[in-house]
């Protein structure tokens, strides 16, 4: 298992409403990514937080926010919760080494499973 | 969109026998890498292979890339049933974030 925790496990949510989820990164590691992953699909890349600044974002809309904290962990708020957001969401932590020198590497936490109906 | 396509699907094998799954992208990369999920948990990295290499060992795994045909096999040998899972590559896109783009997976079934 990697060192990346996320929490809650589980959650129940009401179309509508807003939710965070929250991860705590690998110890040294900077970079925090979040994935969604719908059933029986791949991860879907939502952003990516290096140094607390968003640094990449993929094809969501901007009801899907984030945060990076000064111990590198990090939080994920959906606000207007719609039935399609139910998925795993799972965030992966990485070590950057300087500007533009990523690792590619990746760790995943064991994702939070979000049901909104 | 996905970037990569897993085949097959689904794959189903007895225990002993060796497990061959096939990715196909469509961008030029700079690396790809497999990874493996259990049951809908959080995701383990296997193996990464970058674009000057051809081919990459790590215990039973062999992983193979043809940036020429823009695909890789994952080769697992003598598979055992803890190996059931679902396998995922992931590319970087050259030129872009760094960000990886999944494919939809393979769900490898290893039967006692």
């Known amino acids: 298992e990697t060192g990346v925790t996320q929490s809650p496990t589980h959650l129940i949510k009401t179309r509508g409403q807003q939710v965070t989820l929250r991860c705590s990164s690998q110890?040294?590691?900077?970079?925090v990514s979040w994935y969604q992953q719908a059933l029986g699909q791949g991860p879907q890349f939502i952003f990516q937080y290096y140094r607390e600044e968003e640094n990449g974002r993929g094809n969501f809309p901007p009801r899907f926010s984030g945060l990076q904290f000064p111990n590198y962990s990090s939080e994920l708020n959906v606000n207007a919760l719609e039935l399609d957001d139910s998925a795993l969401y799972l965030c992966?932590?990485?070590?950057?080494?300087?500007?533009?020198?990523?690792?590619?590497?990746?760790?995943f936490g064991p994702g939070t499973r979000l049901t909104v109906t | 969109s996905q970037q990569g396509e897993e085949d097959p699907q689904a794959l189903s094998i007895q225990e002993g026998e060796n497990a061959t799954m096939n990715c196909s992208y469509k961008t030029s990369i700079n690396n790809l890498q497999w990874y493996r999920q259990n049951s809908g948990r959080g995701l383990v990295h296997l193996i990464l292979?970058?674009?000057?290499?051809r081919e990459k060992h790590s215990g039973r795994l062999r992983v193979t890339l043809d940036t020429s045909k823009k695909s890789s096999s994952l080769l697992i040998t003598a598979s055992r049933a803890a190996d059931t899972a679902s396998y995922f590559c992931a590319t970087d896109i050259q030129g872009g974030s760094e960000k990886l783009v999944f494919g939809k997976g393979t769900k490898l079934t290893v039967n006692p």
């Open positions: 992966a932590s990485s070590l950057t080494r300087g500007t533009g020198i990523f690792s590619y590497e990746q760790y």
């Open positions: 110890s040294g590691h900077n970079t």
């Open positions: 292979i970058r674009s000057n290499e």
